[in-house]
T-cell receptor, first 114, second 114 residues
């Protein structure tokens, strides 16, 4: 069974631009979560989607948004990029919402904002 | 709110020596507990988890962790480490009821010296 895939793996953008990251969950998984990883702040929860609905959102500005499609694939968008948005963005999928379900992480998308 | 503290940011040990990576958590409600491992340039992999039952949980590669409710700890141990264990280790919690999001500690970088 294929794992969680994230595209692109690496991205370089300029301040002020916007970016869209994509995540394809493991087949059969319907819940997708996104995390931001930086050296300073560590791993922080961005949002969680299930059945095309955002169930939870972390403490990030409105420039960060996401969505989930009917096939469970998910995208996250960051508008008006800032230097501080440079990070590894990780997507995780699980069968369903709930801590009892193991979250499987993708390799991440490394975003560099210059 | 939940929080996780990993007491050591870096732990250097010699190959075949024992190691303990410390994790303490804070939560007013019951949580599930996890250890994740991140190898260079990769996403997170679940190492082991405590959901309920026996307080001692083991992974397939020789790691174990013990849930101590009174001390709110979930320390990770291995009796004899190998060079391949060099990685960053993250302790995390998630709510048993409610939001699925994982709250992570800051990570412990385990370095194995020959």
């Amino acid at each position: 069974k294929a794992g969680v895939t994230q595209t692109p793996r690496y991205l370089i953008k300029t301040r002020g631009q916007q970016v869209t990251l994509s995540c394809s969950p493991i087949s059969g998984h319907r819940s997708v979560s996104w995390y931001q990883q930086t050296p300073g702040q560590g791993l922080q929860f961005l949002f969680e989607y299930f059945s095309e609905t955002q169930r939870n959102k972390g403490n990030f500005p409105g420039r960060f948004s996401g969505r989930q499609f009917s096939n469970s694939r998910s995208e996250m968008n960051v508008s008006t990029l800032e230097l501080g948005d440079s990070a590894l963005y990780l997507c995780a999928s699980s069968l369903a919402p709930g801590g009892v379900y193991e979250q499987y992480f993708g390799p991440g998308t490394r975003l560099t904002v210059t | 709110a939940q929080s996780v503290t990993q007491l050591d940011s870096q732990v250097p040990v010699f190959e075949e020596a024992p190691v303990e990576l410390r994790c303490n958590y804070s939560s007013s409600v019951s949580v599930y507990l996890f250890w994740y491992v991140q190898y260079p340039n990769q996403g997170l992999q679940l190492l082991l988890k405590y959901l309920s039952g026996s307080t001692l949980v083991e992974s397939i590669n020789g790691f174990e962790a013990e849930f101590n409710k009174s001390q709110t700890s979930f320390h990770l141990r291995k009796p004899s480490v190998h060079i391949s264990d060099t990685a960053e280790y993250f302790c995390a919690v998630s709510l048993i009821q409610g939001a699925q999001k994982l709250v992570f500690g800051q990570g412990t970088r385990l370095t194995i010296n020959p």
